[in-house]
């Protein structure tokens, strides 16, 4: 499938007591990157609530593999691998292209669910359809 990417560089405020990225920065940019791709083929928050639904987490894995430090420029990858009838798995490279290192990898199931409620709901046909042709171009 086709991929999103950006690239970013690592602010300050990043940082843990160890002087490397915060594990739970890691997650955030995981999540940020869920939310451009998604809002970049047409599905971001408000146009899921206007269907009646929203994306919650059901895991998420992250797997690090070096870390990253103040100022690095990093390059974010995610793409969807699969989506069903309620779940989407997401999936995450995390770059540096300055040494090619790859910092980490990560994993996420969001199920989709009805925004009122909270159950999980079928995934609207169009929401699919907008992952899929941004997929074909």
Known sequence: MI????????LKKDIDFNGHVSNITYLSWMIDA???HSKSVGFGYEECL????TW????HNIEYKKP????DELQMETWVEEIGKILSIRRYVLTRPLDN????EGKTEWVFVDSKRFRPM???SMIIEGFEKAQAD
């Open 56 to 59: 919650v987490a059901k895991s």
């Open 34 to 36: 869920a939310t451009r």
């Open 101 to 104: 290192a790859l910092i980490c």
């Open 68 to 71: 990253a430090f103040e100022n």
């Open 50 to 53: 206007k269907l009646g639904g």
């Open 122 to 124: 079928k995934i609207p």
């Open 3 to 10: 991929k999103y990417s950006y690239t970013f560089k690592v």
